[in-house]
């Protein structure tokens, strides 16, 4: 009964900024550790960032410097602002968020659909 959707994707030059966004909606008591990933058809899921609950950030290598991480949670969502975007970015991006349904619950991982980003060279 939790559904992350992600947005804000989409084609864009090399350099440029593009911000994604994740809403998450259904029976939510509260939203915990919150990550973005990114995959290319044919390789794995690669983590990208992550931001818990008591606001500590860490990035992969990879973006580390260029990708900003945050979470509005009052809106039930998180952010990824991408600058200096380069071709190797190309990716499709998904959430994915630890998520209390009740206080019975000790929580579950949960994946948006993705949204897809092209960075042009």
């Known amino acids: 009964q939790v559904q992350l959707v992600e947005s804000g994707g989409g084609l864009v030059q090399a350099g440029g900024p593009l911000k994604l966004s994740c809403v998450a909606s259904?029976?939510?008591?509260?939203?915990?550790?919150l990550n973005w990933y990114r995959q290319v058809p044919g390789n794995e899921r690669e983590w990208v960032a992550q931001?818990?609950?008591?606001?500590?950030?860490n990035y992969a290598d990879s973006v580390k410097g260029r990708f900003t991480i945050s979470r509005d949670n009052a809106k039930n969502s998180v952010f990824l602002q991408m600058n200096s975007l380069k071709a190797e970015d190309t990716a499709v991006y998904y959430c994915?968020?630890?998520?209390?349904?009740?206080?019975?619950?000790?929580?579950?991982?949960?994946w948006g659909q993705g949204t897809q980003v092209t960075v042009s060279s």
């Open positions: 259904g029976r939510i008591l509260s939203i915990n550790t």
């Open positions: 994915n968020a630890h998520v209390r349904r009740g206080t019975w619950d000790l929580g579950s991982w949960y």
């Open positions: 931001i818990t609950s008591g606001g500590t950030t």
